[in-house]
């Protein structure tokens, strides 16, 4: 078996396992005390098991769109890494990113992520062999590929939107000015 149909049902088993993880919570939060303490995972059931019920189409979709989107991240990740002579598999190049992702969301960090990101995949890659040097411009390039598309499209729908960030920050201003000429009165 060739490393990219083992990435493809590596992906397919993957997504099985999330599904049933959420189908299991989903269905067991109804006699599960510990889920309904937990208000967030109480309100994510109730979310699954009312798009289980009502629409099982959308949920399907977004299941499969969602697999989709990792696999192309992967890909994405692991085409970069061949771009800069590094050394590592489909299947090492999306852990890696998936990795870097999730460590680098869950840190407080600057805004986009800077140097959190980087950091946080050369973590990543030293545990595949992959040295901080060998690693350092794979982490640049890929941040900058994985953030400044969305960036740059939201950018221009939320404007076409009419949301703008001068639009908040002038709500932001009015809303200061109002406590504070209501506190100081």
């Given at each position: 078996?060739?490393?990219?149909?083992?990435?493809?049902?590596?992906?397919?088993?993957?997504?099985?396992?999330?599904?049933?993880?959420?189908?299991?919570?989903?269905?067991?939060?109804?006699?599960?005390?510990?889920?309904?303490?937990?208000?967030?995972?109480?309100?994510?059931?109730?979310?699954?098991?009312?798009?289980?019920?009502?629409?099982?189409?959308?949920?399907?979709?977004?299941?499969?769109?969602?697999?989709?989107?990792?696999?192309?991240?992967?890909?994405?990740?692991?085409?970069?890494?061949?771009?800069?002579?590094?050394?590592?598999?489909?299947?090492?190049?999306?852990?890696?990113?998936?990795?870097?992702?999730?460590?680098?969301?869950?840190?407080?960090?600057?805004?986009?992520?800077?140097?959190?990101?980087?950091?946080?995949?050369?973590?990543?890659?030293?545990?595949?062999?992959?040295?901080r040097q060998a690693g350092f411009g794979?982490?640049?390039?890929?941040?900058?590929?994985?953030?400044?598309?969305?960036?740059?499209?939201?950018?221009?729908?939320?404007?076409?939107?009419?949301?703008?960030?001068?639009?908040?920050?002038?709500?932001?201003?009015?809303d200061r000015r109002t406590q504070n000429?209501?506190?100081?009165?």
């Amino acid at each position: 078996m060739n490393s990219f149909t083992l990435y493809v049902w590596g992906a397919v088993g993957f997504m099985i396992v999330s599904v049933g993880l959420v189908r299991l919570l989903a269905w067991g939060s109804t006699g599960m005390r510990a889920i309904r303490r937990i208000p967030a995972l109480a309100a994510f059931a109730d979310a699954v098991r009312e798009l289980e019920q009502q629409q099982r189409l959308r949920l399907a979709l977004s299941r499969a769109l969602s697999a989709l989107s990792w696999l192309l991240v992967g890909i994405a990740a692991w085409i970069i890494a061949l771009a800069v002579n590094l050394d590592i598999s489909l299947m090492t190049a999306t852990l890696v990113i998936m990795g870097t992702i999730f460590f680098a969301t869950v840190v407080p960090a600057a805004p986009s992520e800077t140097g959190t990101f980087e950091f946080a995949m050369l973590q990543v890659l030293e545990i595949f062999g992959v040295s901080r040097q060998a690693g350092f411009g794979f982490a640049i390039i890929a941040h900058t590929v994985f953030f400044l598309p969305p960036t740059i499209m939201a950018s221009v729908f939320l404007s076409r939107e009419g949301l703008t960030m001068t639009d908040r920050l002038r709500d932001i201003i009015v809303d200061r000015r109002t406590q504070n000429s209501a506190g100081s009165a």
